[in-house]
T-cell receptor
Framework: NAGVTQTPKFQVLKTGQSMTLQCAQDMNHEYMSWYRQDPGMGLRLIHYSVGAGITDQGEVPNGYNVSRSTTEDFPLRLLSAAPSQTSVYFC???????????FGDGTRLSIL | QQQVKQSPQSLIVQKGGISIINCAYENTAFDYFPWYQQFPGKGPALLIAIRPDVSEKKEGRFTISFNKSAKQFSLHIMDSQPGDSATYFCADPTGNQFYFGTGTSLTVIP
């Protein structure tokens, strides 16, 4: 099993550009989420989804959009990249919130 | 608003020693408290978790202890090994969200 797959692994953008970070899971998990990890700040929730067609905001949603058209995929869109969005982004999935979350290996994003 | 406060930020322990990491939570559904371990370049992975019907859970060298009245839970790593060197996160799933602590960077010196 592949688990949670994130692409790309690395990306450099210029301020104002847009892009989509991809996340796919093959475990038929209902709950999926996106986090950003910054030094000294741990993992902060950006957006999450409790099932296909249902998404909601987390702790730091500004500047990001998500959609969940299928159970497997949960892409994260940066609308107009800003240097403050330079971070490592992790996607995770689980059966429910109170079950182990399975993380991808992250996307390292730099915005110049 | 920080939901979970984790300490210390970093920890250096000699091989064979005991590593202790603490987390204090503010508001919680009090249903499930996991600890995650993260190695450089990788995503976090579940290490051990506890549910509120027990005050302590042990898996090998790793033990979670839970103090409901103090709103704290702790991770103890016995006989720490260099391979345990990683960043550790506690988490509190409340509502529909996962609140992670800020992480503890553990270094075990051979």
């Amino acid at each position: 099993n592949a688990g949670v797959t994130q692409t790309p692994k690395f990306q450099v953008l210029k301020t104002g550009q847009s892009m989509t970070l991809q996340c796919a899971q093959d475990m038929n998990h209902e709950y999926m989420s996106w986090y950003r990890q910054d030094p000294g700040m741990g993992l902060r929730l950006i957006h999450y989804s409790v099932g296909a067609g249902i998404t909601d905001q987390g702790e730091v949603p500004n500047g990001y959009n998500v959609s969940r058209s299928t159970t497997e995929d949960f892409p994260l869109r940066l609308l107009s990249a800003a240097p403050s969005q330079t971070s490592v982004y992790f996607c995770a999935s689980s059966w429910t919130l109170n079950q182990p979350q399975h993380f991808g290996d992250g996307t390292r994003l730099s915005i110049l | 608003q920080q939901q979970v406060k984790q300490s210390p930020q970093s920890l250096i322990v000699q091989k064979g020693g005991i590593s202790i990491i603490n987390c204090a939570y503010e508001n919680t559904a009090f249903d499930y408290f996991p600890w995650y371990q993260q190695f450089p370049g990788k995503g976090p992975a579940l290490l051990i978790a506890i549910r509120p019907d027990v005050s302590e859970k042990k898996e090998g060298r790793f033990t979670i202890s839970f103090n409901k009245s103090a709103k704290q839970f702790s991770l103890h790593i016995m006989d720490s090994q260099p391979g345990d060197s990683a960043t550790y996160f506690c988490a509190d799933p409340t509502g529909n969200q996962f609140y992670f602590g800020t992480g503890t960077s553990l270094t075990v010196i051979p």
